[in-house]
T-cell receptor, first 115, second 111 residues
Framework: EAGVTQSPTHLIKTRGQQVTLRCSPISGHTSVYWYQQALGLGLQFLLWYDEGEERNRGNFPPRFSGRQFPNYSSELNVNALELEDSALYLC??????????????FGSGTQLSVL | GESVGLHLPTLSVQEGDNSIINCAYSNSASDYFIWYKQESGKGPQFIIDIRSNMDKRQGQRVTVLLNKTVKHLSLQIAATQPGDSAVYFCAEAGSARQLTFGSGTQLTVLP
């Protein structure tokens, strides 16, 4: 069974540009989470989607946004990129609300570099 | 100017020794706890989890201990191997059913 897949694996952008990152959850999982991990630091929660709805949002500016599609895949959009947005962006999936299983399964991430 | 950042706690152990990684959690209502291992350049991988109705749970070479009285979680790795070198994260979940991650500990296994 395929795990969580993310694309692209690496991305280089310049300040002010916009970027879209993509994530496909494990088959049967309805929840998708996005995290930002700056180099050498911990996981900062960005967004949580379940069944197409945004369930929670971390302490990030509005230029970070996303959505979840009917097939449960998800996109993370970042507008007006800043240098400090350079990080590993991790997507994770879980069985979803109501399943009483909070365990997250992570993808390998998208490494974003903003120059 | 001075840069301010959060540096990961580090733990160094000799190959073959046992490792103990500690985690303090803040929410007394949390009832689910989990440990992840993150190797360089990869996403976190599930190691072991435990619910609040248990004090101890064992896996292959790993044991998680939960002390709800002092809100403390620990991960014990037996006979630590070079492949165990990684960053280890603990996480907790409460009524919101969403995991909150700790800051992580960098484990280095010395030859």
């Amino acid at each position: 069974e395929a795990g969580v897949t993310q694309s692209p694996t690496h991305l280089i952008k310049t300040r002010g540009q916009q970027v879209t990152l993509r994530c496909s959850p494990i088959s049967g999982h309805t929840s998708v989470y996005w995290y930002q991990q700056a180099l050498g630091l911990g996981l900062q929660f960005l967004l949580w989607y379940d069944e197409g709805e945004e369930r929670n949002r971390g302490n990030f500016p509005p230029r970070f946004s996303g959505r979840q599609f009917p097939n449960y895949s998800s996109e993370l959009n970042v507008n007006a990129l800043e240098l400090e947005d350079s990080a590993l962006y991790l997507c994770a999936s879980s069985l979803g609300l109501g399943q009483q299983d909070e365990k997250l399964f992570f993808g390998s991430g998208t490494q974003l570099s903003v120059l | 100017g001075e840069s301010v950042g959060l540096h990961l706690p580090t733990l160094s152990v000799q190959e073959g020794d046992n490792s103990i990684i500690n985690c303090a959690y803040s929410n007394s209502a949390s009832d689910y706890f989990i440990w992840y291992k993150q190797e360089s350049g990869k996403g976190p991988q599930f190691i072991i989890d435990i619910r609040s109705n248990m004090d101890k749970r064992q896996g292959q070479r790993v044991t998680v201990l939960l002390n709800k009285t002092v809100k403390h979680l620990s991960l014990q790795i037996a006979a630590t191997q070079p492949g165990d070198s990684a960053v280890y994260f603990c996480a907790e979940a409460g009524s919101a059913r969403q995991l909150t991650f700790g800051s992580g500990t960098q484990l280095t296994v010395l030859p």
